[in-house]
Nanobody, 117 residues
């Protein structure tokens, strides 16, 4: 069974850092797919945060996180990471990773990140 499992979330103070992980199992190969991080807060639409393109590994970021977040992948571990630095209260959300896009995309269940003093 193909699965994506996020981890590494939690509570952090403003200005702090967290690293989220997205482990793929059951046939999902992270280098084969464009892997994307999204986030969502209650009452708001899901927001695209960052992605790392299949094969090339080129990364792309939303303006709101550019310069603070870094997406990367470890092919040997079949895991994608989101390093989040200089976190702001506005970054508080449930973070999801996805493999692929559109109706064929596979999603994790999400992990909560709370930025608060």
């Amino acid at each position: 069974q193909m699965q994506l499992v996020e981890s590494g979330g939690g509570l952090v103070q403003p200005g702090g850092s967290l690293r989220l992980s997205c482990k793929a199992t059951g046939g999902i190969v992270t280098w084969y797919y464009t892997m994307t991080w999204f986030r969502q807060t209650p009452g708001k639409e899901r927001e695209w945060v960052a992605r790392i393109f299949r094969v090339s590994g080129r990364a792309d970021y939303a303006d709101s996180v550019k310069g603070r977040f870094t997406v990367s992948r470890d092919n040997a571990k079949n895991t994608v990471y989101l390093q989040m630095n200089n976190l702001e209260p506005e970054d508080t959300a449930t973070y999801y990773c996805a493999a692929g896009s559109g109706s064929e995309a596979k999603w994790g269940k999400g992990i909560q990140v709370t930025v608060s003093s």
